[in-house]
C-alpha cells in the first residue's frame, strides 16, 4: 500500500492507496490508482447539521400546511397511517383503505415503515409521520453537505447542501403525501458518502436495509454491488448484487404473492408486455417527456455528474420507471426523482475531485469542476423554485399560513366524526381520520355499513358529485339510511340512521 501525504496545517490529507492498479482512480477513471485520493481536513460538522435542521424547518412547514388545510394529493398518507398504527399495535399491517382486511405487504413490500411504531406510541398523529418524513429528508442534506465539504471548501460544500435540499427532486417528494422512500433518500446518501470515502464495508451494510423500504430498491442495492465491484471491490460487490437482486426476486415472486388477495404482484401490469425487445425501445418512447426528465436530472449537477460512475446507482429506478406503461413514472412529478437526489449530487462531488485530479483533464473542464460549476448548480436550484412554482416557495408566502373558509369548514365537519368509528371517505380527509377512526375507500367496508361517510364533493367526481347524497350512501349500502350531518363549503358528513 502507498501511504499518502499528511498536511499538517493546511487544508487536506492524503489517505491510503486503496492497492495498486484499482479502487477509484484519481485519474478519474476505475483502475488508476498511483495518484493519491485528497480530502480535505476533518472539519466541524455543526454548519452542515445547522443546514439541515433549517430544511427539516421548512420541509415541516410545507408539510404541515398541507396537512391542515386538506391539501392531500393522494391516499398514500392515510394508507401509511394505518400501517404505522397496525405496527405499533402488535399486529399485521392490515390497511381497510386498500380493501377490507387487505395486508399491505400484498402491495408493496415496505416493512421499514415498522421504525416509526415507537413514534407512534408518543405521538399518535398524522403528523408525526409527516415530521418523520421531514427530519429523514432533512438528514440526507446534511450527509450530502457533510460530505461535499470533505471534498471542496465549506463555502462550497453549503452551497451544495443548499443546492441538493432545493432539488425538485426532493421538493416535489415533500410536497407530496407520506412515502415510505423517505428512508431511502438518507440511506443512499449514507451508502454513496462511503463509497466516496472508500469505506466499501460500511457502504455495502448501510445498502442493506434498501431491500426493506420497497421491492424495486434491491435492484438498487444490486447497482451498488456493481459499483463496487467497478472500483475493484469484487468479492465484495458481487455478493451485495447477488443479495440485491435475490431480495426483489423474493418479494416480488415471493413475499407480495403470498400476502396478495390476488396471488400475484399487483404491479407486473405497469410493465409493458412482450419480450425485451419491446422494454428497450420503450425506454426512450415517448421521447420528449423521458429526454426532458433526464435534461432536468442532470441539469441540476450543471452536468459535470456525468463523469462520475456513482450514477450507475441511479440506472435501476430510471430504467423501471422509463419501460413502464404508466406516464406518471416518466416525468418530473410526485415523489419518483426524490431517491435519484442524493445520487446525482454525490456523483457531482465524485465528478467534481476527479477533474481536479486528473492531470489530462482540459483546462476549461477543470476551471468549471473548480470554480464554477457550485455556483452554476445553485443558481440552477434557486431559479427552479420559481420557474417550477416549487414548494419552498410558498414557505415565504403569508397566505400559506392563513386559514382559509373551507379548510375551518372542513375541520368542523371532522370533528363530527368520533374517533374509533367506522368511516367511508375519498380522498381529502382520510390523511385525518386515519390516525383516529377505522377508515375505508368509498364503499370499501363490505362486511357492516360505515357509521359515517365523509364526501368531499369538489374532487375527483366523474362527471360530477351526487346530488342526493342519502341516496348517494344508501346505494353503495343497500338497505341502510343515511342523514346528512353537514354539506357545507362542497364537503358532506352522513351518519347511519340504520
Same mark, same amino acid.
Given at each position: 500500500?502507498?501511504?499518502?501525504?499528511?498536511? !499538517?496545517?493546511?487544508?487536506?490529507?492524503?489517505?491510503?492507496?486503496?492497492?495498486?492498479?484499482?479502487?477509484?482512480?484519481?485519474?478519474?477513471?476505475?483502475?488508476?490508482?498511483?495518484?493519491?485520493?485528497?480530502?480535505?481536513?476533518?472539519?466541524?460538522?455543526?454548519?452542515?447539521?445547522?443546514? +439541515?435542521?433549517?430544511?427539516?424547518?421548512?420541509?415541516?412547514?410545507?408539510?404541515?400546511?398541507?396537512?391542515?388545510?386538506?391539501?392531500?394529493? %393522494? *391516499?398514500?398518507?392515510?394508507?401509511?397511517?394505518? /400501517?404505522?398504527?397496525?405496527?405499533?399495535?402488535?399486529?399485521?399491517?392490515?390497511?381497510?383503505?386498500?380493501?377490507?382486511?387487505?395486508?399491505?405487504?400484498? @402491495?408493496?413490500?415496505?416493512?421499514?415503515?415498522?421504525?416509526?411504531? $415507537?413514534?407512534?406510541?408518543?405521538?399518535?398523529? !398524522?403528523?408525526?409521520?409527516?415530521?418523520?418524513?421531514?427530519?429523514? &429528508?432533512? #438528514?440526507?442534506? #446534511?450527509?450530502?453537505?457533510?460530505?461535499?465539504?470533505?471534498?471542496?471548501?465549506?463555502?462550497?460544500?453549503?452551497?451544495?447542501?443548499?443546492?441538493?435540499?432545493?432539488?425538485?427532486?426532493?421538493?416535489?417528494?415533500?410536497?407530496?403525501?407520506?412515502?415510505?422512500?423517505? &428512508?431511502?433518500?438518507?440511506?443512499?446518501?449514507?451508502?454513496?458518502?462511503?463509497?466516496?470515502?472508500?469505506?466499501?464495508?460500511?457502504?455495502?451494510?448501510?445498502?442493506?436495509?434498501?431491500?426493506?423500504?420497497? /421491492?424495486?430498491?434491491?435492484?438498487?442495492?444490486?447497482?451498488?454491488?456493481?459499483?463496487?465491484?467497478?472500483?475493484?471491490?469484487?468479492?465484495?460487490?458481487?455478493?451485495?448484487?447477488?443479495?440485491?437482486?435475490?431480495? !426483489?426476486?423474493?418479494?416480488?415472486?415471493?413475499?407480495?404473492?403470498?400476502?396478495?388477495?390476488?396471488?400475484?404482484? +399487483?404491479?407486473?401490469?405497469?410493465?409493458?408486455? +412482450?419480450? *425485451?425487445?419491446?422494454?428497450?425501445?420503450?425506454?426512450?418512447?415517448?421521447?420528449?417527456?423521458?429526454?426532458?426528465?433526464?435534461?432536468?436530472?442532470?441539469?441540476?449537477?450543471?452536468?459535470?455528474?456525468?463523469? #462520475?460512475?456513482?450514477?450507475?446507482?441511479?440506472?435501476?429506478?430510471?430504467?423501471?420507471? &422509463?419501460?413502464?406503461?404508466?406516464?406518471?413514472?416518466?416525468?418530473?412529478? *410526485?415523489?419518483?426523482?426524490?431517491?435519484?437526489?442524493?445520487?446525482?449530487?454525490?456523483?457531482?462531488?465524485?465528478?467534481?475531485?476527479?477533474?481536479?485530479?486528473?492531470?489530462?483533464?482540459?483546462? *476549461?473542464?477543470?476551471?468549471?469542476?473548480?470554480?464554477?460549476?457550485?455556483?452554476?448548480?445553485?443558481?440552477?436550484?434557486?431559479?427552479?423554485?420559481?420557474?417550477?412554482?416549487?414548494?419552498?416557495?410558498?414557505?415565504?408566502?403569508?397566505?400559506?399560513?392563513?386559514?382559509?373558509?373551507? %379548510?375551518?369548514?372542513?375541520?368542523?365537519?371532522?370533528?363530527?366524526? $368520533?374517533?374509533?368509528?367506522?368511516?367511508?371517505?375519498?380522498?381529502?380527509?382520510? %390523511?385525518?381520520?386515519?390516525?383516529?377512526? @377505522?377508515?375505508?375507500?368509498?364503499?370499501?367496508?363490505?362486511?357492516?355499513?360505515?357509521?359515517?361517510?365523509?364526501?368531499?364533493? #369538489?374532487?375527483?367526481?366523474?362527471?360530477?358529485?351526487?346530488? @342526493?347524497?342519502?341516496?348517494?350512501?344508501?346505494?353503495?349500502?343497500?338497505?341502510?339510511?343515511?342523514?346528512?350531518?353537514?354539506? @357545507?363549503?362542497?364537503?358532506?358528513?352522513? /351518519?347511519?340512521?340504520?
Amino acid at each position: 500500500m502507498t501511504q499518502g501525504a499528511t498536511s !499538517t496545517g493546511g487544508t487536506t490529507v492524503g489517505i491510503p492507496t486503496q492497492r495498486a492498479g484499482g479502487g477509484i482512480g484519481a485519474g478519474g477513471g476505475i483502475g488508476v490508482g498511483r495518484a493519491r485520493h485528497r480530502l480535505a481536513a476533518k472539519r466541524p460538522t455543526w454548519p452542515y447539521l445547522l443546514l +439541515g435542521l433549517l430544511f427539516c424547518a421548512g420541509y415541516a412547514v410545507i408539510e404541515l400546511t398541507r396537512y391542515l388545510h386538506d391539501g392531500s394529493m %393522494s *391516499w398514500d398518507t392515510a394508507i401509511f397511517v394505518e /400501517e404505522v398504527r397496525a405496527y405499533a399495535d402488535f399486529q399485521a399491517p392490515i390497511v381497510h383503505i386498500k380493501g377490507p382486511d387487505a395486508n399491505i405487504l400484498g @402491495d408493496h413490500f415496505s416493512p421499514i415503515t415498522a421504525l416509526l411504531a $415507537p413514534l407512534w406510541w408518543l405521538f399518535p398523529s !398524522t403528523v408525526t409521520l409527516l415530521l418523520a418524513q421531514a427530519a429523514l &429528508f432533512a #438528514s440526507s442534506v #446534511s450527509v450530502v453537505a457533510g460530505t461535499a465539504g470533505r471534498f471542496l471548501s465549506r463555502t462550497k460544500a453549503l452551497c451544495l447542501g443548499t443546492a441538493y435540499g432545493l432539488s425538485w427532486g426532493l421538493q416535489r417528494a415533500v410536497d407530496f403525501d407520506f412515502h415510505e422512500i423517505c &428512508f431511502a433518500v438518507p440511506l443512499l446518501a449514507v451508502v454513496l458518502r462511503n463509497v466516496l470515502l472508500r469505506r466499501y464495508h460500511r457502504a455495502a451494510f448501510w445498502a442493506l436495509p434498501l431491500t426493506l423500504v420497497k /421491492e424495486d430498491l434491491g435492484i438498487t442495492v444490486a447497482a451498488v454491488g456493481l459499483l463496487l465491484f467497478l472500483l475493484r471491490e469484487r468479492a465484495l460487490g458481487v455478493m451485495l448484487a447477488v443479495f440485491g437482486a435475490g431480495m !426483489t426476486a423474493l418479494t416480488v415472486w415471493g413475499v407480495i404473492p403470498h400476502f396478495s388477495p390476488t396471488g400475484a404482484y +399487483g404491479y407486473r401490469d405497469k410493465l409493458p408486455s +412482450g419480450g *425485451w425487445s419491446h422494454w428497450l425501445t420503450g425506454l426512450l418512447s415517448p421521447a420528449d417527456v423521458k429526454l426532458s426528465t433526464l435534461g432536468m436530472l442532470l441539469a441540476i449537477t450543471g452536468f459535470l455528474a456525468l463523469r #462520475s460512475p456513482l450514477l450507475v446507482v441511479a440506472l435501476p429506478t430510471l430504467g423501471w420507471r &422509463f419501460v413502464s406503461d404508466n406516464p406518471d413514472y416518466w416525468g418530473t412529478g *410526485w415523489h419518483y426523482n426524490a431517491v435519484l437526489m442524493p445520487v446525482l449530487f454525490l456523483a457531482l462531488v465524485d465528478a467534481v475531485r476527479r477533474v481536479r485530479e486528473r492531470e489530462g483533464s482540459p483546462r *476549461w473542464l477543470r476551471a468549471y469542476a473548480d470554480g464554477a460549476v457550485v455556483p452554476v448548480v445553485t443558481a440552477v436550484a434557486l431559479t427552479l423554485c420559481g420557474t417550477l412554482d416549487l414548494p419552498a416557495v410558498s414557505v415565504l408566502r403569508a397566505s400559506t399560513y392563513a386559514a382559509t373558509p373551507r %379548510s375551518d369548514a372542513i375541520s368542523r365537519a371532522l370533528a363530527l366524526v $368520533p374517533d374509533g368509528a367506522t368511516v367511508e371517505s375519498n380522498i381529502t380527509a382520510m %390523511s385525518r381520520l386515519a390516525a383516529r377512526t @377505522d377508515l375505508y375507500w368509498l364503499g370499501g367496508s363490505k362486511a357492516a355499513p360505515p357509521q359515517y361517510v365523509v364526501l368531499d364533493l #369538489s374532487y375527483g367526481w366523474s362527471p360530477s358529485p351526487p346530488a @342526493d347524497l342519502p341516496g348517494y350512501a344508501a346505494q353503495m349500502h343497500p338497505g341502510h339510511s343515511y342523514r346528512v350531518l353537514t354539506d @357545507d363549503m362542497e364537503f358532506a358528513v352522513l /351518519e347511519l340512521v340504520n
